[in-house]
C-alpha cells in the first residue's frame, strides 16, 4: 500500500533559520507529489507541485522542494523562515496507477519564533 | 469567487444520531473527496467520487456514506455506527484526469458529537 512519511512532528526554529521538512514515500511507480500548507484558522493550500521535469521546484512564498526518486523523498526547504510561516505542513502523492487517490502525510507543525 | 463552500462550520450532535455535512463546489471539477483530520494523523480518506453517480471507499470508510448526485455536490453523512465520529472534516475536488492536478480543500467542518 502507498505511503507518506512525514517523520518531523513539530518544529522551532527563529525567524531567519533555514527550514528542511522531510517527506518520503512508497510507491514504486510514477508519481506526482505536492506539498500543502494549513494557516491557523485558513484552508488547506497549495504550495507546490511536481508532476515531471525538473526536479527542483520552487512555490509560493520562497518555498521550494527537491524530487529525489532515488530516495523516494521530497523535502521542502526555506532558506530564511518568518513567523508568518507558523502553519502546519503536509505532503501527499498521488501515484499513476489510474486512482484519484492522494495519501497524505501525517503533518509537521512548524512554529516560528519572533 | 470560485471554490469550495462546507456547511456548517461547527456542528454538534448527540451519540446516536445521523448527521449529514454538506460540500459544495462550483469549480467544475469532476471529482471530489472527504477526509478526517485527526492532530498528529494527518488527513485520512474517507470517500471519493471520480464522476456523478459514482464513488468509492477510501481507508476510513466505516460509519459514513456519501452521495454524488450531481456534479458540484458530495454530502457526507456521519452514521451513528461511527465509533469515534468527533473530528475536522474536510472536502475537496480536483479536475477531471485526476493525477495530474492539485486538491483544492474547503473550510472544514468541525463535529462534535457527544
Known amino acids: 500500500a502507498q505511503s507518506v512519511s512525514q517523520h518531523n512532528h513539530h518544529v522551532i526554529l527563529s525567524e531567519a533559520a533555514s527550514l528542511e521538512l522531510g517527506c518520503n514515500y512508497s510507491y514504486g511507480g510514477t508519481v506526482n507529489l505536492f506539498w500543502y500548507v494549513q494557516y491557523p484558522g485558513q484552508h488547506l493550500q497549495l504550495l507546490l507541485k511536481?508532476?515531471?521535469?525538473?526536479?527542483l521546484v520552487k512555490g509560493i512564498k520562497g518555498f521550494e522542494a527537491e524530487f529525489i526518486k532515488s530516495k523516494f523523498s521530497f523535502n521542502l526547504r526555506k532558506p530564511s523562515v518568518q513567523w508568518s510561516d507558523t502553519a502546519e505542513y503536509f505532503c501527499?502523492?498521488?501515484?499513476?496507477?489510474?486512482?484519484?487517490?492522494?495519501?497524505f502525510g501525517t503533518g509537521t507543525r512548524l512554529k516560528v519564533l519572533a | 469567487d470560485g471554490g469550495i463552500t462546507q456547511s456548517p462550520k461547527y456542528l454538534f450532535r448527540k451519540e446516536g444520531q445521523n448527521v449529514t455535512l454538506s460540500c459544495e463546489q462550483n469549480?467544475?471539477?469532476?471529482?471530489m473527496y472527504w477526509y478526517r483530520q485527526d492532530p498528529g494523523q494527518g488527513l485520512r480518506l474517507i470517500y471519493y467520487?471520480?464522476?456523478?453517480?459514482?464513488?468509492q471507499k477510501g481507508d476510513i470508510a466505516e460509519g459514513y456514506s456519501v452521495s454524488r448526485e450531481k456534479k458540484e455536490s458530495f454530502p457526507l453523512t456521519v452514521t451513528s455506527a461511527q465509533k469515534n465520529p468527533t473530528a475536522f472534516y474536510l472536502c475537496?475536488?480536483?479536475?477531471?484526469?485526476?493525477?495530474?492536478?492539485?486538491?483544492?480543500f474547503g473550510p472544514g467542518t468541525r463535529l462534535t458529537v457527544t
Open positions: 501527499a502523492v498521488n501515484a499513476h496507477s489510474g486512482t484519484y487517490k492522494y495519501i
Open positions: 469549480l467544475n471539477h469532476d471529482a
Open positions: 511536481y508532476f515531471s521535469g525538473d526536479p
Open positions: 475537496a475536488s480536483t479536475q477531471s484526469g485526476g493525477s495530474f492536478y492539485e486538491q483544492y
Open positions: 467520487s471520480q464522476i456523478v453517480n459514482d464513488f
